[in-house]
């Protein structure tokens, strides 16, 4: 399974990459191992949410359920994430990234703060 994961460079510029999470033969189906986390929290936005630079708050996985979002960096490289696509944010330093509404659709997802 691939996720998107937005991360802090040694330039202080965010920066994407895409990783593979390895799923093992389960009782029904593949699984991973599992990820320890905090808690889940759940989040709507508006169709016109525009957020400018910023820093992820946390380590945490970003789980799109409806809507999608277009994710900014530095450099000017665009990412679309769309329902069902999982990023995982780690850029909580530097310059961060623009989360910006695509086609003024409203948004849902989850934020699943990390265990440290």
């Known amino acids: 399974m691939q996720i998107t994961r937005i991360y802090t460079g040694d330039d202080q510029q965010s920066h994407f990459e895409d990783i593979e999470i390895e799923l093992e033969v389960g009782a029904a189906g593949l699984i991973s191992a599992p990820w320890p986390a905090k808690s889940v929290l759940f989040r709507r936005v ?31 490289t665009v990412r679309r994430l769309g329902a069902g696509d999982i990023l995982l944010a780690e850029d909580t330093t530097g310059q961060g990234h623009i989360s910006r509404a695509v086609d003024g659709e409203p948004r849902t997802c989850l934020f699943i703060p990390l265990a440290d």
């Not at 946390?58 to 789980?63: P, Y």
């Open 46 to 76: 508006e169709g016109s949410y525009d957020l400018d630079f910023h820093t992820a708050p946390r380590r945490q996985l970003v789980v799109n359920l409806s809507g999608s979002v277009d994710i900014e960096t530095g450099d000017g």
